[in-house]
């Protein structure tokens, strides 16, 4: 075999030889210098509250040197994100869903042969990088009518209620909550729960459950 020019030859290229691989510190670079970037902070103002040298942390968003442990929590912390946040991949297209006032799809509940209106305001079904992540669905409610019964709800999933305006008696089980402007009432949806006096019309609240991923959803409240 005759040796390659400028290689002594006992040092000749090895084919099957591994490739050095940085893609590690180059995705942990951009996503430092990303999230420092969303939060207006500056190298000198994230070094610090990491407890790193200016230096270093310039060596580390530019893919200059391997980041330890140690400092990748530290970063992570000073960041107010998961270790995780600083290894995702930014270029992966995660689920988002923007609905303009008044434009959410209307449907079908319990509440509706009351003239209750519901307006589904989006809808995540575990998608994106959380694969086993909840059925997420936001319902916005408005009760124009009283009645002289109300629909009573039973479901799988956690559901809070986030009171915009109005005044009415929510039960849950056996206890009965004031809800008013401001007042949340987060509760498991495998207890009866329901309406049961609206005090001052129009109501409008937030319903919004997380299903387990094995359910297909509830009607809303």
Do not use: W
Request: aromatic share 6%; with cysteine; charged share 20%.
């Amino acid at each position: 075999m005759t040796p390659q020019p400028g290689i002594p030859d006992h040092e000749l290229d090895d084919p099957q030889s591994p490739v050095e691989d940085h893609s590690i510190e180059v995705g942990l670079g951009h996503r430092v210098r990303a999230l420092r970037t969303s939060r207006g902070m500056s190298v000198a103002a994230l070094s610090e509250r990491a407890g790193l040298s200016k230096a270093m942390l310039s060596k580390i968003e530019n893919a200059q040197t391997s980041c330890s442990l140690t400092s990748v929590a530290h970063l992570a912390a000073a960041l107010d994100v998961p270790v995780a946040t600083l290894f995702q991949d930014s270029s992966v297209e995660r689920p988002v869903a923007y609905t303009p006032a008044g434009k959410g799809t209307l449907i079908d509940g319990r509440g509706t042969r009351h003239n209750h209106i519901y307006e589904l305001l989006g809808s995540f079904r575990g998608r994106g990088g959380s694969a086993s992540g909840p059925h997420l669905e936001p319902v916005l409610v408005t009760l124009n009518n009283r009645s002289e019964t109300y629909p009573r709800f039973q479901h799988p999933g956690t559901e809070l209620l986030y009171m915009l305006d109005g005044d009415m008696t929510y039960r849950y089980q056996e206890t009965d909550y004031r809800m008013q402007p401001g007042d949340a009432l987060l509760l498991d949806g495998e207890g009866v729960h329901g309406p049961t006096e609206l005090t001052e019309l129009p109501i409008r609240f937030l319903a919004i459950t997380a299903y387990p991923t094995d359910t297909t959803g509830a009607p809303a409240d």
